[in-house]
């Protein structure tokens, strides 16, 4: 039972590229979410997936765009990376939404943009 | 906005007291308060909820308390160890909405 899983662990980018954030998690959870975690300023939520087949805009959407490619995956893409993206990255999932879930979260991925 | 508000100074303290981490949250009323530990370089691990109608919850050397009054929920860990050093963040969650909003943590440094 590996839990959440995300790859890749660290990446590297210049100011343009862009690039996929992959998440996948193996306990049957229907919500699934990106965060991203800056200094000083916590867990800010990007975008989250309440269940299979929708997707909704947290806090923080622009420069993003996400796919929650079926129960198991949900993924992360910056069509066109900037420098105030550099970041960690986390995907969380639940076994449903609101509040009264816990969230279990994946290791994080370091991106860094040039 | 929401705001979910955590003292951002570090907390020191000596092993074997009681630490007390403080969540102030503002411009709104969550049903449910979450408290989470993140290991550096680690996602955050899920410690302990506690609903609104319930004034304190236990777990093990854990205690949470959630005042509505003071918009406020308090975490104590007793009899610390140098083991419980991390960052603690606290996040607020309601029943319409769906998402949780974080605060951007305490650091706890428990010294032997």
């Known amino acids: 039972n590996a839990g959440v899983t995300q790859t890749p662990k660290f990446q590297v980018l210049k100011t343009g590229q862009s690039m996929t954030l992959q998440c996948a998690q193996d306990?049957?959870?229907?919500?699934m979410y990106w965060y991203r975690q800056d200094p000083g300023m916590g867990l800010r939520l990007i975008y989250y997936?309440?269940?299979?087949?929708?997707?909704d805009k947290g806090e923080v959407p622009n420069g993003y765009n996400v796919s929650r490619l079926n129960k198991r995956e949900f993924s992360l893409r910056l069509e066109s990376a900037a420098p105030s993206q550099t970041s960690v990255y986390f995907c969380?999932?639940?076994?449903?939404?609101?509040?009264?879930?816990?969230?279990?979260f994946g290791p994080g991925t370091r991106l860094t943009v040039l | 906005s929401q705001k979910i508000e955590q003292n951002s100074e570090a907390l020191n303290i000596q092993e074997g007291k009681t630490a007390t981490l403080t969540c102030n949250y503002t411009?709104?009323?969550?049903?449910?308060l979450q408290w989470y530990r993140q290991d550096p370089g680690r996602g955050p691990v899920f410690l302990l909820l506690?609903?609104?109608?319930?004034k304190e919850k236990r777990k093990e050397r854990l205690k949470v308390t959630f005042d509505t009054t003071l918009k406020q929920s308090l975490f104590h860990i007793t009899a610390s160890q140098p083991a419980d050093s991390a960052t603690y963040l606290c996040?607020?969650?309601?029943?319409?909405?769906?998402?949780?909003?974080f605060g951007s943590g305490t650091r706890l440094q428990v010294q032997p």
């Open positions: 969380a999932s639940s076994e449903g939404d609101g509040g009264h879930n816990e969230q279990f």
């Open positions: 306990m049957n959870h229907n919500s």
């Open positions: 997936s309440a269940s299979e087949g929708t997707t």
């Open positions: 411009n709104y009323s969550p049903a449910y």
């Open positions: 506690i609903r609104e109608n319930e």
């Open positions: 996040a607020g969650g309601g029943t319409g909405r769906r998402a949780l909003t």
